[in-house]
Nanobody, 123 residues
């Protein structure tokens, strides 16, 4: 199994930037495909971005395109989400997720989840 802990959330003004981190422990981090999802109050969990085990391929959902960048460092057991040009509608709890086999946009396919980190963007 893998344990995931997100950090880096906080309150930022619109137009600002944040970098979220996801620290992994347990089984070999490089064995897992990874992803970021987010959930705003009263809304369903939403795909943000995903990255393959080796970091060679990534996929970004609509919220991320042109503004967010997913990356990972397998030597440090870390995944990141660099978020630029933040908007109030980016306010949500951001979760990292991992799976040995699945790399995609469906949250129910990921077997391991962190506890989430709150991102709040003020206008």
């Amino acid at each position: 199994q893998v344990q995931l802990v997100e950090s880096g959330g906080g309150l930022v003004q619109a137009g600002g930037s944040l970098r979220l981190s996801c620290a992994a422990s347990g089984r070999t981090f490089s064995s897992y495909h990874m992803a970021w999802f987010r959930q705003a109050p009263g809304k369903e969990r939403e795909f943000v971005a995903a990255i393959t085990r080796d970091g060679a391929t990534s996929d970004s959902g609509d919220p991320a395109k042109g503004r967010f960048t997913i990356s990972r460092d397998n030597t440090k057991n870390m995944m990141y989400l660099q978020m630029n040009s933040l908007k109030p509608e980016d306010t949500a709890v951001y979760y990292c997720a991992a799976d040995l086999w699945y790399m995609g946009r469906r949250s129910n396919e990921f077997n391991y989840w962190g506890q989430g980190t709150q991102v709040s963007v003020s206008s």
